[in-house]
């Protein structure tokens, strides 16, 4: 047994001589020319590496540096650097026939810079494809087949030419291709670190490479947004007024013509106008849309906005432009009920007085929704019916003439119908109706500004057919025989009144100057 440990312990020693000593011996630098070639011809950029070395112990070269040289239309820099690349070889036949079979290839910690120019063209759009000399630019893919390519602790950096904000940064970049090839389809793993405590995850398949635009290349994939912070991120302005903290489950594919993705966005705090505030609870969003590549618009089949147990529906077209995406959507809201819709009013900007709910009755509204995604325009009728603004007394907040009691129990609204036109400067609106039961009704119109402001030019004309309204005309007849025939003939149209302040604290008052004019 003694001779048998012997003889093993002496086979160990010998191994493990021939790993270290070996490398010493085989001038494994002397292959970089033929790496280098053969990578430059199947990418169509220039590619160098450093020293190459060889380690036994993990069956691979290592080159020290690493560079892919970017598309010379969009920088002189290099488009992919790194200091350290392994690539995993099959060691006998380099040992003994000095012949070099690729197994694999892993880039430490590589920067990757992704640039899309304003005619929808990528950078690396031109990989294996135009880039090549003119007499390669046809020739068909190499059939490289390697089983396995990786990127480990990788940085992508995001920037538009030219800039139209800072870049978007991806870090802590992760990617695993299993037998990777130019010519198939071929399963992917892809992960990385949002700004702001951001992680995304896309899983699929992908390839066979467009020879002519990378970026078309087909694929289809299942992709995880968590924590996603668009103004951390640098997506959105600061000072848009819009804001969330998003999670998204998506379904993305592609045919190389067009792109289409369906799933659900789940947004924490989200705000969507300078003036509002975040919603208290998350808001669901869930979409499908298809993209025309070439075209660089699309169709959005659904966009649904999920708030208790009802969900606002729209749908439209989208146009990306180097600056923003441009949106023309269409929403249609029938009957929905208020009570469901409250928590998302001021989510776009709409207070009620403070101390107030709606309580009951419908919202419906058909609106035309167009404009650069954090500046959007909206414009058409709205109209609320059959609820009860509660804790809000419209009779004793008149000032100028107390012709009205405490409307006890809030402000009953049977109808308010008007025509609005919103911009992020300014939000209109006109042909104002409203009917108060309790009270009577009102027309006119006016604004709202993005500071709260609200200017309101309204005309109330007082019922008989309740107490508050018999006594208000009561007391408007009685007025009129004693301040006279023009205060009489000014309000038999109904009172002149003007709104000012803010939502959460209007202020009414009879204008008693138009009365006596």
């Known amino acids: 047994m003694r ?42 950029r220039q590619v160098t590496l450093g020293h190459l070395s060889l380690s036994l112990f993990s069956g691979s070269l290592e080159a020290s540096d690493i560079a892919i040289a970017d598309d010379p239309a969009f920088s002189t820099g290099p488009f992919l ?44 759009s031109s990989l294996a ?11 068909p893919l190499p059939d490289l087949t390697v089983g396995e390519l990786l990127i480990k602790n990788g940085t992508a950096t995001l920037s538009s030419l030219p800039a139209t904000g800072k870049p978007f940064v991806y870090s802590s970049l992760n990617l695993t291709v299993k037998q990777f090839s130019f010519l198939h389809s071929v399963p992917f793993d892809l992960s990385a670190s949002l700004p702001a405590g951001g992680s995304l995850t896309l899983s699929g398949q992908g390839g066979p490479l467009s020879q002519k635009d990378a970026a078309d290349t087909p694929f289809n994939a299942t992709l995880q947004l968590k924590h996603f912070d668009p103004v951390a991120a640098g997506v959105i ?20 013509d067009n792109l289409s993705a369906s799933g659900r966005v789940t947004a924490s705090h989200l705000q969507l106008s300078r003036s509002g505030s975040p919603a208290p609870h998350p808001v669901q969003v869930d979409f499908a849309a298809t993209d025309d590549l070439d075209a660089r618009s699309g169709k959005i089949s659904d966009l649904a906005i999920h708030t208790g147990s009802v969900a606002v529906h729209s749908a439209g077209s ?18 929905l009920p208020i009570d469901q819709l409250e928590e998302l009013l001021p989510v776009v900007g709409i207070q009620l007085p403070s101390g107030s709910q709606l309580r009951g009755g419908t919202l419906t509204t058909n609106l035309a929704i167009s404009g650069p995604a954090t500046a959007l325009s909206l ?6 019916d059959n609820t009860l603004l509660a804790g809000f007394d419209l009779g004793s907040r008149l000032q100028g003439l107390n012709l009205f009691g405490k409307t006890n129990g809030g402000t009953q609204i049977q109808v308010i119908r008007t025509d609005v036109n919103s911009t992020p400067a300014l939000t209109t609106f006109s042909n104002i109706f409203g009917n108060l039961p309790q009270i009577g009704s009102a027309t006119g119109s006016g604004t709202f500004a993005p500071s709260g402001a609200l200017n309101f030019q309204m005309q109330a004309k007082v019922t008989s057919s309740n107490t508050a309204g018999a006594v208000a005309n009561q007391a408007l007849t009685a007025l009129g025989g004693f301040l006279g025939s023009k205060f009489q003939k000014n309000t038999s149209n109904g009172i002149p009144l003007t709104i000012t302040g803010t939502a959460q604290n209007p202020i009414i008052r009879a204008n008693m100057g138009a009365m006596f004019r």
């Open 237 to 256: 302005e600061p000072g848009q007024g819009i804001s969330m903290l998003a999670d998204a489950d998506a379904k993305v594919s592609s045919d190389g």
């Open 318 to 335: 989208f146009h990306l432009t180097p600056q923003t995406v441009l949106l023309n959507l269409h929403l249609n809201a029938p009957g």
């Open 129 to 139: 494809g135009s880039s090549r000399a003119p007499s390669q630019q046809n020739a």
């Open 3 to 44: 001779k048998h440990w012997t003889v093993l312990a002496i086979l160990v020693a010998a191994f493990l001589a021939v790993l270290v000593i070996v490398p010493f011996f085989v001038n494994a630098d002397s292959f970089r020319p033929v790496l280098q070639q053969k990578a430059t011809a199947a990418l169509g």
């Open 81 to 124: 650097s790194a200091h350290k690349l392994a690539i995993g070889v099959e060691v006998a036949p380099l040992l003994l026939h000095r012949q070099l079979r690729v197994t694999s290839f892993l880039l430490d910690s590589p920067s990757i810079q992704l640039i899309h120019a304003a005619n929808g063209k990528w950078n690396f």
């Open 379 to 384: 414009a058409g009728p709205v109209e609320i």
